[in-house]
């Protein structure tokens, strides 16, 4: 029974390889990499000779059993061209199918441009949601922007240069006076971290033309008091959580972020309540 490393690798700078990293992949008896020529700089940069073989978007079910085969054998470090794979990258359908199998699943944590990202993004890091690439076509566009509309965590999405100033635009119309962050290149020589409004966002790019990689992290809805769940809505909401086996310390937590309530509100509202009162000791 082998074990599948996700092994996280650069997002552009090759400085960004970890120790366990390096040995995970010089001691698996196989690689599977997103394309095999771009890790292949990687290998050659901290001289591992492991064999390769591809694992990409378009052979990602074909090559399944092979790969699960190898599983079978021994080891397997999976990689992608760049961060952690399974994000925004090839490797969810393979942990899936070697989790069934009863294969262990390890992570060897690193680089993610998202997590990078919001790092660095000065927009709460306290609760986030991370879109991966938004729609493409203006009408689903149009339809994830009302979705995250009312969404009050920072929200965390990757998109391709030439799709920018769409994206960005379409978010000045929606939220013109949200902040906005655009986090472009990170690692790399051209670094750059711009942080301003949605509404400002398409003068920066008109000034900056697209080029790159790029993070877009946009500030969480700020509700109004019309907007935020009442009383009775936040009850029951609470009841539903702990119902579902959810402790009361994250219940009361993830109603407040839902609700546009402050924790403490949640919590007196859950002493004000005598049905709720069995809930209470460990809050
Ligand atoms: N698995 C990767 C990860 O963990 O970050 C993401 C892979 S996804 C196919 C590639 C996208 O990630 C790029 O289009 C860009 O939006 C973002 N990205 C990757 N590297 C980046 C970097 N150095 N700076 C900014 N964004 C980056």
Same mark, same amino acid.
């Given at each position: 029974?082998? #074990?599948?490393?996700?092994?996280?690798?650069?997002?552009?700078?090759?400085?960004?390889? $970890?120790?366990? /990293?390096?040995?995970?992949?010089?001691?698996?008896?196989?690689? /599977? %990499?997103? @394309? #095999?020529? #771009?890790?292949?700089?990687?290998?050659?940069?901290?001289?591992?000779?492991?064999?390769?073989?591809?694992?990409?978007?378009?052979?990602? &079910? $074909?090559?399944? @059993?092979?790969?699960?085969?190898?599983?079978?054998?021994? @080891?397997?470090?999976?990689?992608?061209? +760049?961060?952690?794979?399974?994000?925004? @990258?090839?490797?969810?359908?393979?942990?899936? *199918?070697?989790?069934?199998?009863?294969?262990?699943?390890?992570?060897?944590?690193?680089?993610?441009? %998202?997590?990078?990202?919001? %790092?660095?993004?000065?927009?709460? $890091?306290?609760?986030?949601?991370?879109?991966?690439? !938004?729609?493409?076509?203006?009408? *689903?566009?149009?339809?994830?922007?009302?979705?995250?509309?009312?969404?009050?965590?920072?929200?965390?999405?990757?998109?391709?240069? =030439?799709?920018?100033?769409?994206?960005?635009? +379409?978010?000045?119309? *929606?939220?013109?006076?949200?902040?906005?962050?655009? +986090?472009?290149?990170?690692?790399?020589?051209?670094?750059? !971290?711009?942080?301003?409004?949605?509404?400002?966002?398409?003068?920066?790019?008109?000034?900056?033309?697209?080029?790159?990689?790029?993070?877009?992290?946009?500030?969480?809805? !700020?509700?109004?008091? %019309?907007?935020?769940?009442? *009383?009775?809505?936040?009850?029951?909401?609470?009841?539903?959580? &702990?119902?579902?086996? &959810?402790?009361?310390?994250?219940?009361?937590?993830?109603?407040?972020?839902?609700?546009?309530?402050?924790?403490?509100?949640?919590?007196?509202?859950?002493? /004000?309540?005598?049905?709720?009162?069995? =809930?209470?000791?460990?809050?």
């Amino acid at each position: 029974m082998g #074990t599948l490393y996700l092994v996280a690798t650069p997002i552009g700078n090759l400085e960004d390889m $970890t120790l366990r /990293a390096i040995r995970v992949l010089r001691e698996a008896p196989l690689i /599977a %990499a997103e @394309d #095999t020529r #771009t890790t292949r700089v990687l290998l050659d940069r901290y001289q591992i000779n492991t064999p390769m073989t591809s694992y990409h978007e378009h052979n990602k &079910l $074909t090559k399944l @059993d092979a790969i699960l085969a190898a599983l079978e054998a021994g @080891d397997v470090a999976l990689v992608s061209d +760049a961060g952690t794979p399974g994000i925004s @990258d090839p490797g969810y359908e393979l942990v899936v *199918a070697a989790i069934a199998r009863g294969h262990t699943v390890t992570p060897i944590p690193g680089a993610c441009a %998202a997590i990078s990202a919001l %790092a660095v993004s000065g927009l709460p $890091t306290n609760a986030f949601v991370f879109e991966g690439f !938004v729609p493409r076509k203006p009408s *689903a566009l149009a339809r994830w922007i009302e979705a995250v509309r009312r969404e009050p965590r920072t929200i965390v999405l990757y998109e391709a240069p =030439h799709r920018l100033a769409k994206t960005v635009e +379409a978010m000045a119309n *929606a939220f013109p006076q949200r902040r906005l962050v655009i +986090a472009c290149e990170l690692t790399k020589m051209f670094e750059s !971290v711009w942080r301003g409004t949605c509404a400002a966002a398409g003068d920066y790019l008109r000034q900056h033309p697209p080029r790159g990689e790029y993070v877009l992290l946009l500030e969480g809805a !700020v509700l109004e008091p %019309a907007e935020q769940w009442t *009383a009775a809505q936040v009850l029951r909401a609470l009841n539903d959580r &702990l119902a579902a086996g &959810l402790t009361r310390r994250d219940a009361a937590r993830d109603v407040a972020q839902q609700a546009g309530w402050n924790k403490r509100d949640v919590i007196a509202l859950l002493h /004000a309540s005598p049905d709720s009162a069995e =809930h209470l000791e460990d809050i």
